[in-house]
């Protein structure tokens, strides 16, 4: 019977046909079963055209990226979800914050454990984010063509970095108030510019509501746009780059046969029935995005999910005295991830505050435009690439032990003390 005598359907069967017509009204088509119907998922979904059709095998491979640039992305958006839900509750005024802080621990349902998790995934967020970083030089993954896209990364890291020290002064209490004067007396270092920097920030020459109004806005508003903005690039950038790094070997030859392909372009021609390496006979050594990556993808967030539900159960954040600006604690430390900083400061004010974090910084973004070997890109601790891994990973750890002396080797007056 065609369309246009078949008969409309009766009460009884509306409401039978009605799931599978709400389904089909949302997804036209059935679960993708040939390769076409992969591929035209790829390219027709809103949310998995993102993907490219087909990925090199090689990057599927948890041991290359260990899912830390998954993992940073999932953790951004766990924390824009409970991020939203707290802005119900939280008022930016000195008065009232540190209330609205013993609210939700009191009387919100859910309050302390959506605080938990906010907190837990913006700690990890930092970390995460680093290691990601560590990932992508250790694999020389920020050659040519990645050069660009390693510089967003950097900005990518310090806005991270920013987003998490804004969201530090919220709470209102002890802990907040100090870390963010500490943290903020450091911009102040800056010669020239320093103590203007430090009243632009701060609204004011200390710590209060203008900084509490501020820092709040920079954090709810600002610095997640920029993020969403800056991540969509990174992921525009990856695409736009061949997808992500792999040795030569498995970016032009075929594993089984050694077969040497030639540079693979995905185009329309992907449209045809049947397997894709009929087109030309190429050997091929990549997969279906559908359902290969999006499994991969969705195994690395329910991960993500689940640790940060854990911890947050077994954890609560920390929320210290309210606010009292006439009794600092000794010694009144910054938050753990600028400790490196304020560890070196005790030495030099000037040299650990900014001439040091400012080379890194200038180090870190210059990387892919003084590197120009092409040689080890794809592979962990390549050979050929042992003098940059060798300076990158010392720089880092030193990094961590000024980090962990000022973490838990730091007593009052910045004295050596023993954590034990
Ligand atoms: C909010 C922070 C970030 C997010 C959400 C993010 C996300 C991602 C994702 C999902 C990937 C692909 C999978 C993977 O490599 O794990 C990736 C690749 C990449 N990221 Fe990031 N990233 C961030 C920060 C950074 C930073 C700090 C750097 C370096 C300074 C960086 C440089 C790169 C490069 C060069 C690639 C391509 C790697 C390759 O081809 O092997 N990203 N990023």
Request: include cysteine.
């Amino acid at each position: 019977m065609s369309n246009a005598t078949k008969e409309t359907p009766g009460g009884f069967a509306v409401l039978r046909e009605l799931p599978s017509n709400v389904w089909n009204s949302i997804f036209r088509g059935p679960l993708p079963s040939t390769d076409l119907e992969r591929s035209s998922t790829s390219f027709t979904n809103f949310f998995l055209h993102i993907h490219p059709v087909k990925v090199n095998r090689h990057t599927l491979r948890p041991a290359y990226t260990l899912g830390l640039g998954l993992i940073s992305l999932f953790l951004f958006l766990i924390l824009v979800v409970t991020g939203v839900l707290l802005m119900f509750y939280y008022v930016p005024s000195t008065t009232q914050a540190y209330d609205r802080m013993l609210d939700l621990r009191g009387t919100v349902a859910f309050g302390i454990f959506l605080r938990n998790m906010h907190r837990w995934s913006a700690h990890g967020m930092v970390a995460i984010v680093f290691l990601h970083m560590c990932r992508v030089f250790l694999t020389g993954a920020y050659k040519k063509p990645r050069e660009f896209n390693w510089v967003l990364g950097v900005v990518l890291l310090l806005v991270t970095l920013f987003l998490s020290f804004t969201g530090y002064l919220l709470p209102w209490d002890q802990l907040a108030f100090w870390a963010i004067t500490v943290g903020t007396s450091i911009a102040g270092y800056a010669p020239l510019i320093g103590k203007q920097m430090q009243f632009v920030l701060l609204g004011d020459t200390t710590v209060g509501q203008e900084a509490l109004l501020r820092f709040y806005v920079l954090h709810v508003a600002v610095l997640p746009a920029v993020l969403v903005l800056l991540i969509a690039v990174h992921f525009w950038r990856i695409r736009k780059d061949g997808g992500l790094s792999r040795p030569e070997k498995a970016a032009e030859t075929a594993p089984q046969t050694g077969v040497v392909k030639m540079r693979k372009v995905y185009g329309l021609q992907g449209f045809v029935r049947g397997p894709f390496t009929k087109v030309g006979n190429v050997p091929d050594d990549s997969v279906y995005s559908w359902p290969n990556l999006l499994m991969s993808e969705l195994f690395v967030f329910v991960l993500t999910v689940s640790v940060i539900l854990v911890v947050s159960l077994a954890f609560n954040a920390p929320l210290e005295q309210p606010v009292n600006v006439m009794h600092p604690p000794n010694p009144a430390k910054a938050p753990w991830y600028f400790l490196g900083l304020q560890e070196m400061v005790s030495y030099s004010a000037f040299w650990g505050g900014i001439g040091i974090p400012g080379i890194m910084v200038g180090l870190l973004l210059v990387t892919p435009y003084i590197d120009r070997g092409a040689k080890g890109v794809g592979k962990w601790f390549a050979k050929e690439r042992l003098l940059a891994n060798t300076i990158f990973l010392t720089l880092v750890i030193l990094n961590v032990i000024f980090i962990v002396i000022g973490t838990f080797f730091r007593g009052p007056n910045w004295t050596l003390v023993s954590p034990f």
